[in-house]
């Protein structure tokens, strides 16, 4: 988890937490890195705040999904099916948000 300046300690404990669900949704280990942001929108019609999510697996295989939630309104049932992982592998290409 890397922590910005500006982040405070509560936004911290919400980060950690969707870390948490994302660590147990996909069963990661505990070497495999993940990276939960909450970004602000820089598209119109999207909603102001949303959380990103990338995570690596052993082999190097990385995977983003986004979710329309500020991040401490993200829960479990937001998260992607563990089986439908393979859905959000990212290939490095851009797309719509």
Known sequence: ???LGF????????????EALVRDRFALDAQ???LVSELR???EGFPELHTQILFWEGGGTRYR?????PVS???????????????????GQS???
Request: aromatic share 8%; glycine share 4%.
């Open 65 to 69: 999904c986004v979710i329309f939630l």
């Open 1 to 3: 988890m890397f922590k």
């Open 7 to 18: 982040v405070s300690n509560v936004q911290l404990q919400e980060l950690k937490r969707v």
């Open 73 to 91: 309104q993200v829960g479990v049932e937001d998260l992607p099916l563990a089986w439908a992982k393979g859905a959000f592998k990212d290939t």
């Open 41 to 43: 929108a820089r598209q």
């Open 32 to 34: 495999d890195l993940i």
């Open 95 to 97: 797309d719509c948000c």
